[in-house]
């Protein structure tokens, strides 16, 4: 019979541990269920809280996301409510806690049985209404007001499996005729001409021609990066912080007679950018650097893409993880990277050359407040104007996560003057 | 008085290709433009200006390679007597706006000039200073940074300002 020991594992390492969702070892079932329940953890534990009247000691705190999982199972999995049910009291087998069966079998009833009144406790809970931290609640709402509740809403909804086609091999028209052949529905991009977004996701080996390098998995908006970047035949090109290697892969595609350097300070991330560049017949041009460093022997770059570390505040319809790892205590440090990064990067390009910052973030404070911070500081950074995307601002232009759509991302184009002569 | 400002011609401006004529007689008029091409070197920003480049066609030119624009030079008649070594600059140029490419000179020069006083001198000059005062005399010549550029790059740049310049206009 099937139990759920295995993702109260993986949940804990995340909600206790403080690590990054990590699903390699459960089966399709398993990383769905954890990763709904991760994306409506916030509703799901205070109902769980509702249904448990006295709080259970820390040492069954596996109890407790227990129970969280197999309300989630009850909500989401599309599965009879008695097989989620007997999963979950099955699971305290596993736990060796046998002794509360009952427990997690009455609570899960219980809720069944007044699911609707459990739910209506909580609907002045904005927690609990929107499935995000109440940090990032205010933040949401300081930063985009009426605009928050459609961000929510969008984080809350797991995004489109989107395809690169690469054009150095295929348009995307062509691409799209033989998924068709497959009975795999896309629709164009509208933000990337590389971009097809699939009507339902589904495992990479199922896509034609993945493994030779044809089509890679990249949201639309992140395709954006390397098209806005606009390389030029020949250029020397900086990709800084290039992990998992989607942004390097499509430089390359777009513009394959550039001199590009894929860097990032992650080895074993870079790891995965060598797998990319592999699969799409590359040569190997990465190198393990901290950027926020300077790098002298690097030389000078045409172009430099800083896609910066960041809250990932964008992305979270796909990594709900970072509702519960990321605390609004880690900006200021993100802040000092961010700007770190854009000074070194800036002191390696070229006069004339091209600096496009990007953050998979929606928060002021690691996108237009930083790109304002950078030019204050550097009265020979001018603004290359951006096409109209998104939603523009005083500095840059942001696109918010959208449903059926891209992620949210802040996009920030800047050249370098010098003196006139 | 603040000297009034001149406006600086954009190429390709057909003017910019003039080759200016020596200056006979240092008058108080050229000691006058000096001062008026040098607050418009201040104010563009820029580090060097030949009179070319305010579309005034007597040999002449005025830089400031300073960060506090506490060194203003004045060359009337410059001539490079001597030029040793080989340096790259990513050279801009004032009259060719928002665009900055490789270009190889002489790294040191022996410059013979007369000052605004109308005594002759000798400068001998390096890094940035040489870069700038050979460009300036290039202008003074008719001669552009970009004409040392492959024909499609200055294709290129030419045709991305005259855009530019017709949006302006």
């Known amino acids: 019979m099937r139990n759920f020991q295995k993702e109260v594992r993986t949940l804990s390492r995340v909600v206790h541990k403080g690590q990054a969702y990590d699903g390699n070892d459960l089966d399709p079932l398993g990383r769905f269920l954890v990763q709904t329940t991760l994306r409506h953890f916030f509703w799901l534990d205070l109902i769980a809280r509702q249904l448990i009247k006295k709080p259970l000691p820390n040492k069954h705190h596996d109890l407790h996301l227990l129970l969280i999982l197999g309300l989630g199972a009850v909500e989401h999995l599309n599965l009879p409510t008695h097989t989620c049910v007997n999963a979950a009291v099955e699971t305290t087998r596993g736990l060796r806690k046998t002794w509360a069966k009952g427990l997690i079998n009455g609570a899960l009833r219980n809720f069944l049985r007044s699911r609707e009144s459990l739910a209506k406790n909580l609907s002045d809970e904005p927690t609990a209404r929107t499935n995000h931290p109440l940090w990032m609640i205010e933040r949401m709402q300081r930063d985009w007001g009426a605009q928050a509740s459609a961000i929510f809403s969008a984080n809350n909804v797991p995004g489109p499996m989107t395809l690169r086609v690469n054009r150095q091999r295929l348009t995307r028209l062509d691409y799209q005729a033989q998924l068709m052949q497959l009975e795999i529905k896309s629709v164009p991009a509208v933000l990337s001409q590389d971009g097809l977004v699939l009507e339902q996701a589904l495992d990479v080996a199922a896509l034609p021609g993945f493994e030779d390098g044809i089509v890679s998995v990249q949201d639309s908006g992140a395709q954006l990066a390397a098209l806005l970047l606009d390389p030029q035949p020949g250029d020397r090109i900086l990709d800084a912080c290039s992990a998992p290697g989607g942004k390097t892969g499509h430089l390359l595609e777009i513009m394959p007679t550039i001199d590009l350097v894929s860097a990032d300070v992650d080895a074993h991330r870079l790891q995965r950018v060598q797998d990319n560049l592999a699969r799409l017949g590359q040569a190997d041009v990465t190198q393990c650097l901290d950027l926020t460093q300077r790098q002298a022997r690097l030389g000078q770059f045409d172009r430099i893409l800083l896609d910066a570390p960041c809250s990932a505040s964008g992305v979270i319809r796909r990594h709900p993880d970072i509702k519960l790892l990321r605390r609004d205590s880690d900006l200021p440090a993100l802040g000092k990277t961010q700007i770190a990064l854009l000074n070194q990067c800036w002191q390696m390009l070229r006069l004339g050359g091209t600096l496009l910052y990007v953050t998979c973030s929606v928060f002021s404070e690691e996108n237009v407040n930083i790109a304002q911070a950078f030019m204050a500081q550097h009265p020979e950074a001018d603004l290359i104007p951006l096409p109209k995307v998104g939603v523009p601002l005083a500095i840059g232009v942001q696109l918010l996560p959208t449903i059926g759509a891209h992620d949210g991302f802040y996009f920030a184009r800047f050249k370098k003057m010098g003196p006139g002569i | ?169």
């Open chain 2, 1 to 169: 008085m603040t000297p009034t400002l001149m406006t600086i011609l954009e190429f390709p401006d057909a003017r910019l290709r003039t080759k200016a004529a020596p200056i006979k007689n240092v008058s108080d008029a050229i000691a006058t433009l000096a001062d008026r091409m040098l607050a418009t070197m201040y104010e563009a920003p820029g580090i060097g200006l030949a009179a070319t480049q305010v579309n005034v066609h007597q040999r002449l030119l005025v830089c400031d390679v300073s960060e506090d624009k506490s060194a203003p030079l004045v060359l009337i008649n410059p001539k490079i007597v001597e030029g040793h070594g080989s340096t790259e600059t990513q050279e801009g140029c004032l009259s060719v706006p928002g665009f900055y490419e490789t270009v190889v000179r002489p790294e040191q020069i022996l410059v013979e000039a007369v000052n605004r006083a109308g005594e002759p001198f000798q400068l001998e000059a390096d890094g940035l200073l040489a870069v700038c005062i050979q460009h300036e005399i290039d202008h003074l010549d008719g001669k552009l940074f970009v004409d040392y550029l492959s024909p499609t790059k200055r294709q290129m740049i030419r045709k991305k300002l005259l855009k530019l310049q017709k949006l302006n206009a």
